[in-house]
C-alpha cells in the first residue's frame, strides 16, 4: 500500500489522480446498485485516498529529485466534490445499514 501511495504521490498529476478516483468512485456506486456494500465502501476508500495531498515521509535522496505540484483551484474544486460524494456515499451505507437493523 505504501508504495502505490508514494508512487502515485511522486509520478502522477493531479489530473490523472482525479480521473483515476472519479473511475473508482463510479465502480463504488455500480456495486452500491447491485447490493455489494461491502465492495462500493472498499471502493469509495480507494477513491479518497487517491485524492490524499503527499506528506513528506521518504528520506531516501532520490525523492528529493522530484517536485511535488499542488493541485490547480480547478482540481482542488473537483478534489473537494469528490470528497464530498464519496463522504457521502459512505454516510448512506452507514444510514442505510442502520436502518435495516
Known amino acids: 500500500m505504501l508504495c502505490s501511495y508514494v508512487m502515485l504521490c511522486y509520478g502522477i498529476s493531479w489530473a490523472e489522480r482525479i480521473r483515476q478516483a472519479l473511475t473508482v468512485k463510479e465502480d463504488g456506486n455500480t456495486r452500491y446498485r447491485a447490493g455489494s456494500y461491502s465492495g462500493a465502501i472498499g471502493k469509495y ?3 479518497m485516498s ?3 495531498q503527499q506528506t513528506a515521509t521518504a528520506s531516501s535522496s532520490a525523492d528529493d529529485d ?3 505540484t499542488e493541485p490547480t483551484d480547478e482540481e482542488l474544486h473537483s478534489i473537494n466534490s ?3 460524494d464519496c463522504h457521502n456515499n459512505l454516510a448512506g451505507i452507514i444510514a442505510y445499514a442502520h436502518s435495516i437493523l
Open 50 to 52: 487517491k485524492l490524499q
Open 45 to 47: 476508500r480507494t477513491a
Open 82 to 84: 469528490l470528497l464530498v
Open 66 to 68: 522530484i517536485a511535488v
